[in-house]
C-alpha cells in the first residue's frame, strides 16, 4: 500500500538548519507531487511548499520561501525538506503529504492532500 | 496569506448532527471547489475526510459531508459518534499553486 515514511526527531540549536526526509513506497514515484505541511504545538497546519517528484519543480509558501528548500532522489524514491536559520517558531512536527490530482481536458488539477507521513518532530532550542 | 477562519470548538451530543464553518476569501475559497477537510486525532496524521467541497475518499464514512457557498465551506457530521471527537482543519487551494489551512475546530461530544 502507499506509505510515506518520514525520519525521526531532531533537536538543533537557533539559527541552526534541519533537513527532513520523507521516503515513499507502493506507488510511481515521479507521477504525484509531494507537499510539506507543519504544526507548532498546539497550533493550526500550515502549509510550507511542494515539489513535483518527476520534474523537481518546486513552489514555496512566502512565509518560507527564503529558509526553505525541497528537493528529491527519485532513485531512493524520497524527498527532503531543509528549513535553515532556526528559531524556536519553528520548533514544530513537519508532514510530507501527497497531492490528489486528476486531468480534465488534459489540464492538471490538484485537490488535496490524500496520503500523510506521520511526522517528524523538530525541537529548536538553546 | 492568511489561514482561514474556523470557529474553535464545536460539540454535539451522541446522534446529533453539527456543521463546522471556514470562511475564507473570494482568492480562495470563493474562487476554487478545491477544498477539503481533514480530521487530526492528537499526536496523530490528518486524515482526508472530504475533497473538492463535497466528495468522500474510499472509506469515510457517508455521515460525514460537505459543502460550499460564496466564501464560506462547511462540514457537517451528522448521527455523531463518540470516535469523531478530534480536530478538524479545512484547506483551500489559494491560487498560484499555493494552499492554505484553516485555523482548526475542535469538536467535543458531549
Known amino acids: 500500500q502507499v506509505q510515506l515514511v518520514q525520519s525521526g526527531a531532531e533537536v538543533r540549536k537557533p539559527g541552526a538548519s534541519v533537513e527532513v526526509s520523507c521516503k515513499t513506497s507502493?506507488?510511481?514515484?515521479?507521477?504525484?507531487?509531494l507537499h510539506w505541511v507543519r504544526q507548532a504545538p498546539g497550533q493550526r497546519l500550515e502549509w510550507m511548499g511542494w515539489i513535483n517528484a518527476g520534474n523537481g519543480n518546486t513552489r514555496y509558501s512566502q512565509k518560507f520561501q527564503d529558509r526553505v528548500t525541497i528537493t528529491r532522489d527519485t532513485s531512493a524514491s524520497t524527498i527532503y525538506m531543509e528549513l535553515s536559520s532556526l528559531r524556536s517558531e519553528d520548533s514544530a512536527v513537519y508532514y510530507c503529504a501527497r497531492v490528489l490530482y486528476y486531468y480534465d481536458n488534459g489540464n492538471y488539477y490538484e485537490s488535496a492532500f490524500d496520503i500523510w507521513g506521520q511526522g517528524t518532530m523538530v525541537t529548536v532550542s538553546s | 496569506q492568511s489561514a482561514l477562519t474556523q470557529p474553535a470548538s464545536v460539540s454535539g451530543s451522541p446522534g446529533q448532527s453539527i456543521t463546522i464553518s471556514c470562511t475564507g476569501t473570494s482568492s480562495d475559497v470563493g474562487s476554487y471547489n478545491f477544498v477539503s477537510w481533514y480530521q487530526q486525532y492528537p499526536g496523530k496524521a490528518p486524515k482526508l475526510m472530504i475533497y473538492?467541497?463535497?466528495k468522500r475518499p474510499s472509506g469515510v464514512s457517508s455521515r460525514f459531508s460537505g459543502s460550499k457557498s460564496g466564501n464560506t465551506a462547511s462540514l457537517t457530521i451528522s448521527g455523531l459518534q463518540a470516535e469523531d471527537e478530534a480536530d478538524y482543519y479545512c484547506c483551500s487551494y489559494a491560487g498560484s499553486s499555493t494552499w492554505v489551512f484553516g485555523g482548526g475546530t475542535k469538536l467535543t461530544v458531549l
Open positions: 507502493g506507488y510511481r514515484f515521479t507521477t504525484y507531487t
Open positions: 473538492e467541497v463535497t
